[in-house]
């Protein structure tokens, strides 16, 4: 005898045999068919950190041949830990970054662009260049370094000045092209 809360439990033939070969139902369907989602969740924040790390830059111009060519792509890594005499570095030019420009001379054509490519010929404490003045007593200031293009006529430390550190936004790591 059934009592008020219980049901009756008909079963026909029909039912019974798709019960039978119907698999067992899934509770965590979601994370059979989201098996994808970690793995996307790691490739994801890997391009964030590698895009937040380094960047890519086209060289313009041809300040820096006969060693990078105007087109070539360089790698920059961002992470500035110490600059060394001969690394190739990108730096904010002199009108996008208020601390280079005082007492620089920027009436050139290149002057405008946003970024210049450049080497690092004496770092700060080092000798003053003879070709900026350098007596042989002179240092380059702290927190300052002197960049030269790798071609004639470049607009580099010869007409602007020491750069300041804070400057420089990363070192070139490679070149692509």
Same mark, same amino acid.
Do not use: K, S, Y
């Given at each position: 005898m059934r009592t008020m809360g219980q049901r009756a439990h008909v079963w026909s033939s029909a039912r019974s045999a798709k019960a039978v070969n119907r698999p067992p139902r @899934?509770?965590? @369907?979601w994370m059979r068919r989201a098996w994808f989602l970690p793995p996307l969740s790691f490739?994801?924040?890997?391009?964030?950190?590698v895009r937040w790390r380094y960047t890519l830059i086209t060289v313009r111009g041809t300040s820096m041949l006969p060693?990078? $060519?105007?087109?070539?792509?360089?790698?920059?890594?961002r992470r500035r830990r110490s600059l060394d005499l001969g690394d190739i570095v990108l730096v904010h030019s002199p009108a996008?970054?208020?601390?280079? $420009?005082?007492?620089?001379?920027?009436?050139?054509?290149?002057?405008?662009?946003?970024?210049f490519i450049k080497r690092i010929t004496a770092t700060g404490g080092d000798l003053m260049p003879a070709y900026l003045g350098g007596d042989g007593t002179l240092r380059v200031p702290d927190g300052h370094v002197i960049l030269l293009g790798d071609g004639p006529g470049s607009l580099d430390s010869r007409s602007l000045g020491a750069c300041p550190v804070a400057a420089v936004v990363g070192v070139a790591r490679r070149v692509l092209d």
């Open positions: @899934c509770h965590n @369907c490739v994801a924040a890997a391009i964030v950190i060693n990078l $060519r105007p087109g070539q792509r360089v790698l920059v890594d996008g970054f208020e601390a280079w $420009r005082v007492g620089a001379r920027t009436d050139r054509a290149d002057a405008d662009c946003d970024f």
